[in-house]
């Protein structure tokens, strides 16, 4: 009888417990699974969105350094933040060089206070009256000399930063065509 009922009993709970052992390890290897895959899949989803981030980088450096205008980025203080090979071309001064310095040695000194007055009113809120718009402006090369210039000026925000593009197009050929034809008619 009762020793009986009591190693069954036993054998009972001890299946039981074998059971419960083994259900929860089950359980435990498919929670562990699924975790897995779903840092498997976070890694791969961040692998892929560096991926993607650099090919758009390698794309706009393309794109960019090969461009025939001047192409130059600037931050909000107007200190320099990236220029292309035609920029090189167009004003003497390497990358390098240029890194971190103003806008304003790009241009003749007449234009370098009316400059610094729009970045403060741009940095107040103020409109711009030349973001959007193609204007001909005057450069100034690394050798002191001025040139004709075409200039598209472009904004943009991230992380709660501003920054300016310039696209930039030498337009003396086109400036001493306009001057000999105005000759030939007068």
């Known amino acids: 009888g009762v020793v009986d009922q009591a190693k069954s009993a036993y054998q009972w709970t001890t299946k039981f417990a074998y059971i419960v052992i083994w259900?929860?390890?089950?359980?435990?290897?498919?929670?562990?699974?699924?975790?897995?895959?779903?840092?498997n899949r976070s890694a791969l989803a961040r692998r892929t969105s560096s991926i993607k981030l650099r090919d758009e980088q390698t794309k706009f450096l393309q794109v960019t350094e090969f461009s025939y205008d001047a192409i130059i980025t600037s931050d909000h203080a107007g200190n320099i933040l990236y220029w292309n090979r035609s920029a090189e071309r167009m004003f003497g001064y390497t990358a390098?060089?240029?890194?971190?310095?103003?806008?304003?040695?790009?241009?003749?000194?007449?234009?370098?206070?009316?400059?610094?007055?729009?970045?403060?009113?741009?940095?107040?809120?103020?409109?711009?009256?030349?973001?959007?718009?193609?204007?001909?402006?005057?450069?100034?090369?690394?050798?002191?000399?001025?040139?004709?210039?075409?200039?598209?000026?472009?904004?943009?925000?991230?992380?709660?930063?501003?920054?300016?593009?310039?696209?930039?197009?030498?337009?003396?050929?086109?400036?001493?065509?306009?001057?000999?034809?105005?000759?030939?008619?007068a």
């Open 23 to 39: 259900v929860g390890m089950v359980f435990g290897i498919i929670v562990l699974s699924f975790a897995l895959l779903a840092l």
């Open 96 to 185: 390098a060089e240029v890194s971190a310095q103003p806008l304003t040695m790009l241009m003749p000194q007449r234009y370098r206070d009316p400059h610094a007055a729009g970045m403060a009113r741009l940095a107040t809120g103020g409109e711009s009256t030349m973001i959007g718009k193609t204007i001909e402006f005057t450069g100034l090369r690394r050798d002191g000399s001025e040139f004709p210039l075409e200039l598209s000026l472009t904004t943009w925000e991230t992380n709660g930063q501003v920054f300016f593009g310039g696209f930039i197009r030498d337009i003396s050929e086109r400036k001493q065509t306009e001057a000999r034809t105005g000759e030939i008619a």
